[in-house]
Protein backbone atom coordinates (compact mmCIF):
# COMPACT_ATOMS: atom_id res chain seq x y z
CA UNK A 1 0.00 0.00 0.00
CA UNK A 2 1.64 3.75 -0.62
CA UNK A 3 1.94 5.85 1.99
CA UNK A 4 0.21 9.36 2.35
CA UNK A 5 3.51 10.96 2.23
CA UNK A 6 2.99 12.32 -1.34
CA UNK A 7 -0.64 12.47 -1.19
CA UNK A 8 -0.34 16.76 -1.92
CA UNK A 9 1.30 15.80 -5.53
CA UNK A 10 -1.43 15.95 -8.03
CA UNK A 11 -1.92 12.41 -9.62
CA UNK A 12 -1.35 13.89 -13.18
CA UNK A 13 1.96 14.93 -12.23
CA UNK A 14 2.75 11.40 -10.97
CA UNK A 15 1.61 9.97 -13.87
CA UNK A 16 3.52 12.39 -16.19
CA UNK A 17 6.79 11.30 -14.52
CA UNK A 18 5.66 7.12 -14.94
CA UNK A 19 5.13 7.95 -18.77
CA UNK A 20 8.59 9.70 -19.14
CA UNK A 21 9.89 6.70 -17.57
CA UNK A 22 7.38 4.55 -20.03
CA UNK A 23 8.77 6.15 -23.03
CA UNK A 24 12.20 5.32 -22.44
CA UNK A 25 13.72 3.18 -25.47
CA UNK A 26 15.24 0.83 -23.21
CA UNK A 27 12.06 0.47 -20.83
CA UNK A 28 10.67 -2.51 -23.09
CA UNK A 29 13.86 -4.37 -23.15
CA UNK A 30 13.75 -3.99 -19.72
CA UNK A 31 10.66 -5.22 -18.24
CA UNK A 32 8.69 -8.51 -19.40
CA UNK A 33 6.60 -9.07 -16.71
CA UNK A 34 7.27 -10.40 -13.38
CA UNK A 35 6.80 -14.43 -12.12
CA UNK A 36 7.19 -12.47 -8.20
CA UNK A 37 10.10 -15.58 -7.83
CA UNK A 38 12.02 -12.98 -5.67
CA UNK A 39 15.39 -14.31 -7.39
CA UNK A 40 16.32 -10.64 -8.35
CA UNK A 41 15.70 -9.62 -4.12
CA UNK A 42 18.36 -12.83 -3.24
CA UNK A 43 20.99 -11.84 -5.80
CA UNK A 44 20.08 -8.30 -4.32
CA UNK A 45 23.13 -6.21 -2.20
CA UNK A 46 21.00 -3.28 -1.45
CA UNK A 47 18.03 -5.62 -0.28
CA UNK A 48 20.27 -7.04 2.50
CA UNK A 49 20.65 -3.25 4.10
CA UNK A 50 17.72 -1.34 3.24
CA UNK A 51 13.77 -1.68 3.38
CA UNK A 52 14.48 -2.14 -0.93
CA UNK A 53 13.39 -5.02 -3.33
CA UNK A 54 14.04 -4.85 -6.98
CA UNK A 55 10.97 -7.32 -7.73
CA UNK A 56 9.01 -4.56 -5.93
CA UNK A 57 9.91 -2.00 -8.30
CA UNK A 58 9.44 -4.60 -11.44
CA UNK A 59 5.95 -5.41 -10.37
CA UNK A 60 4.71 -1.82 -9.44
CA UNK A 61 6.10 -0.69 -13.03
CA UNK A 62 4.54 -3.98 -14.54
CA UNK A 63 0.83 -3.03 -12.90
CA UNK A 64 1.45 0.65 -13.42
CA UNK A 65 0.44 1.53 -10.12
CA UNK A 66 1.25 5.19 -10.13
CA UNK A 67 1.17 5.81 -6.49
CA UNK A 68 3.28 3.22 -5.57
CA UNK A 69 5.73 4.45 -8.68
CA UNK A 70 5.96 8.10 -7.25
CA UNK A 71 6.68 7.02 -3.98
CA UNK A 72 9.66 4.26 -5.04
CA UNK A 73 10.97 6.98 -7.28
CA UNK A 74 11.15 9.62 -4.22
CA UNK A 75 12.27 6.70 -1.46
CA UNK A 76 13.44 3.56 -3.16
CA UNK A 77 15.60 4.36 -6.34
CA UNK A 78 18.99 5.51 -4.89
CA UNK A 79 19.02 2.87 -2.30
CA UNK A 80 19.88 0.95 -5.38
CA UNK A 81 24.25 -0.06 -6.31
CA UNK A 82 23.46 -0.42 -9.59
CA UNK A 83 25.31 -3.53 -9.38
CA UNK A 84 23.12 -6.00 -12.04
CA UNK A 85 23.26 -8.97 -9.94
CA UNK A 86 19.12 -8.83 -10.51
CA UNK A 87 19.80 -9.42 -14.15
CA UNK A 88 19.85 -12.93 -13.21
CA UNK A 89 15.97 -13.08 -13.08
CA UNK A 90 14.22 -15.40 -14.98
CA UNK A 91 11.74 -13.25 -17.25
CA UNK A 92 14.76 -11.26 -18.87
CA UNK A 93 13.85 -8.18 -16.47
CA UNK A 94 16.15 -6.01 -15.79
CA UNK A 95 15.33 -4.50 -12.45
CA UNK A 96 18.68 -2.14 -12.00
CA UNK A 97 18.06 -0.75 -15.21
CA UNK A 98 14.31 -0.02 -14.56
CA UNK A 99 15.77 2.15 -11.35
CA UNK A 100 18.49 3.65 -13.68
CA UNK A 101 15.76 5.06 -16.12
CA UNK A 102 13.58 6.10 -12.59
CA UNK A 103 16.75 8.18 -11.94
CA UNK A 104 17.34 9.87 -14.54
CA UNK A 105 14.05 10.86 -14.59
CA UNK A 106 14.01 12.04 -11.20
CA UNK A 107 17.37 13.78 -11.83
CA UNK A 108 15.72 15.66 -15.11
CA UNK A 109 12.55 16.71 -13.20
CA UNK A 110 14.73 18.21 -10.18
CA UNK A 111 12.97 15.89 -7.70
CA UNK A 112 13.44 17.55 -4.09
CA UNK A 113 14.23 13.94 -2.64
CA UNK A 114 16.64 13.73 -5.33
CA UNK A 115 18.86 16.81 -4.72
CA UNK A 116 18.25 16.01 -0.99
CA UNK A 117 19.64 12.39 -1.78
CA UNK A 118 22.69 13.58 -4.10
CA UNK A 119 23.62 16.76 -2.08
CA UNK A 120 26.60 14.54 -0.12
CA UNK A 121 27.99 13.68 -3.59
CA UNK A 122 28.63 16.88 -5.07
CA UNK A 123 32.25 16.97 -4.72
CA UNK A 124 32.52 13.39 -5.73
CA UNK A 125 30.57 14.04 -9.15
CA UNK A 126 32.63 16.98 -9.85
CA UNK A 127 35.55 14.85 -9.21
CA UNK A 128 34.56 12.17 -11.49
CA UNK A 129 33.41 14.18 -14.36
CA UNK A 130 36.27 16.39 -14.36
CA UNK A 131 39.36 14.05 -13.21
CA UNK A 132 37.82 10.47 -13.68
CA UNK A 133 38.55 9.57 -10.34
CA UNK A 134 36.49 8.89 -7.87
CA UNK A 135 37.02 9.30 -4.26
CA UNK A 136 41.15 11.13 -4.42
CA UNK A 137 43.00 10.82 -0.85
CA UNK A 138 42.60 14.29 -0.39
CA UNK A 139 39.10 13.91 -0.01
CA UNK A 140 39.58 11.59 2.97
CA UNK A 141 38.72 14.03 5.89
CA UNK A 142 37.50 13.37 9.15
CA UNK A 143 34.39 16.06 8.52
CA UNK A 144 33.46 14.31 5.16
CA UNK A 145 33.05 10.61 6.35
CA UNK A 146 32.33 11.16 9.95
CA UNK A 147 30.86 7.78 9.89
CA UNK A 148 35.05 6.45 9.30
CA UNK A 149 35.49 6.26 12.46
CA UNK A 150 38.62 7.75 13.71
CA UNK A 151 40.90 6.23 11.01
CA UNK A 152 40.39 8.47 8.89
CA UNK A 153 41.56 11.08 10.91
CA UNK A 154 44.94 9.51 11.43
CA UNK A 155 45.03 8.56 7.46
CA UNK A 156 43.94 12.25 6.41
CA UNK A 157 46.98 13.60 9.05
CA UNK A 158 49.61 11.03 7.16
CA UNK A 159 48.19 11.13 3.51
CA UNK A 160 51.70 12.09 1.79
CA UNK A 161 53.30 9.67 3.86
CA UNK A 162 50.63 6.63 3.29
CA UNK A 163 51.09 7.14 -0.93
CA UNK A 164 54.75 7.91 -1.19
CA UNK A 165 54.49 4.14 0.86
CA UNK A 166 52.33 2.97 -2.17
CA UNK A 167 53.23 1.27 -5.70
CA UNK A 168 54.24 4.22 -8.50
CA UNK A 169 50.93 3.27 -10.48
CA UNK A 170 48.83 5.34 -7.99
CA UNK A 171 51.72 8.43 -8.89
CA UNK A 172 51.89 8.96 -5.71
CA UNK A 173 49.24 12.18 -5.98
CA UNK A 174 46.50 13.02 -3.13
CA UNK A 175 44.59 15.03 -5.50
CA UNK A 176 43.91 11.92 -7.66
CA UNK A 177 43.30 7.80 -6.81
CA UNK A 178 44.62 7.39 -10.82
CA UNK A 179 45.80 9.56 -13.39
CA UNK A 180 43.22 9.30 -16.70
CA UNK A 181 44.71 9.86 -19.97
CA UNK A 182 44.18 13.57 -21.07
CA UNK A 183 42.12 12.36 -24.72
CA UNK A 184 40.29 10.25 -22.58
CA UNK A 185 38.86 13.05 -20.66
CA UNK A 186 38.31 15.02 -23.62
CA UNK A 187 36.39 12.10 -24.98
CA UNK A 188 34.46 11.90 -22.21
CA UNK A 189 33.45 15.58 -21.83
CA UNK A 190 32.55 15.77 -25.33
CA UNK A 191 30.08 12.84 -24.81
CA UNK A 192 28.89 14.55 -21.61
CA UNK A 193 27.55 17.51 -23.50
CA UNK A 194 26.40 15.97 -27.05
CA UNK A 195 23.93 13.50 -25.05
CA UNK A 196 22.81 15.99 -22.38
CA UNK A 197 24.17 13.92 -19.48
CA UNK A 198 26.20 17.72 -18.40
CA UNK A 199 23.23 19.35 -18.55
CA UNK A 200 21.61 17.03 -16.60
CA UNK A 201 23.09 18.46 -13.56
CA UNK A 202 21.66 21.64 -13.87
CA UNK A 203 18.89 20.77 -11.89
CA UNK A 204 20.40 19.44 -8.81
CA UNK A 205 22.68 21.97 -8.53
CA UNK A 206 23.13 24.86 -11.08
CA UNK A 207 25.86 26.24 -9.75
CA UNK A 208 28.05 22.71 -9.79
CA UNK A 209 27.12 22.31 -13.62
CA UNK A 210 28.39 26.37 -14.19
CA UNK A 211 31.56 25.11 -12.66
CA UNK A 212 31.89 21.80 -14.88
CA UNK A 213 31.09 23.20 -17.81
CA UNK A 214 34.01 25.79 -17.64
CA UNK A 215 36.42 22.92 -16.53
CA UNK A 216 34.88 20.90 -19.86
CA UNK A 217 34.99 24.53 -21.67
CA UNK A 218 38.22 25.21 -21.31
CA UNK A 219 39.76 21.74 -21.64
CA UNK A 220 38.34 21.35 -24.78
CA UNK A 221 39.32 24.82 -26.09
CA UNK A 222 42.53 24.42 -24.95
CA UNK A 223 42.87 21.05 -26.60
CA UNK A 224 41.48 22.23 -29.97
CA UNK A 225 38.51 19.23 -29.77
CA UNK A 226 35.49 20.67 -31.32
CA UNK A 227 32.00 20.11 -30.03
CA UNK A 228 29.66 20.96 -32.57
S1 LIG B 1 21.28 -3.36 -9.66
FE1 LIG B 1 20.22 -2.52 -7.86
S2 LIG B 1 18.34 -3.69 -7.73
FE2 LIG B 1 19.73 -4.86 -9.05
S3 LIG B 1 20.80 -6.28 -7.69
FE3 LIG B 1 22.08 -4.45 -7.85
S4 LIG B 1 21.47 -3.17 -6.12
FE4 LIG B 1 19.85 -4.70 -6.39
S1 LIG C 1 13.63 -12.12 -10.63
FE1 LIG C 1 12.39 -11.19 -12.25
S2 LIG C 1 10.48 -12.33 -12.28
FE2 LIG C 1 11.50 -12.79 -10.32
S3 LIG C 1 10.68 -11.25 -8.87
FE3 LIG C 1 12.53 -10.38 -9.74
S4 LIG C 1 11.83 -9.15 -11.51
FE4 LIG C 1 10.16 -10.57 -10.96
Not at 19 to 42: F, W
Not at 137 to 148: R, T, V
Not at 170 to 199: A, C, F, N, P
Request: include cysteine; charged fraction near 25%; glycine fraction near 6%.
Amino acid sequence: MPSNLYQDVPYEEKQRLFEQVKADPRYKDYLYGCYECGICVAACPSARFYDFSPRKIAQTLAREDIELFYEQLNDDVWNCSQCFSCLRCPRQNNPGGLITIMREVAVNNGLKTTKEALAGYTRIIYKIMTTGTQVSPDMLQEDAFPDWGPQVKEVAQNLELWRRALPPETLHTTGLSWQVEERTMLELYTIWKLTGVLDMITELDEGLHDIMEEVMDDALEESGFQVQ
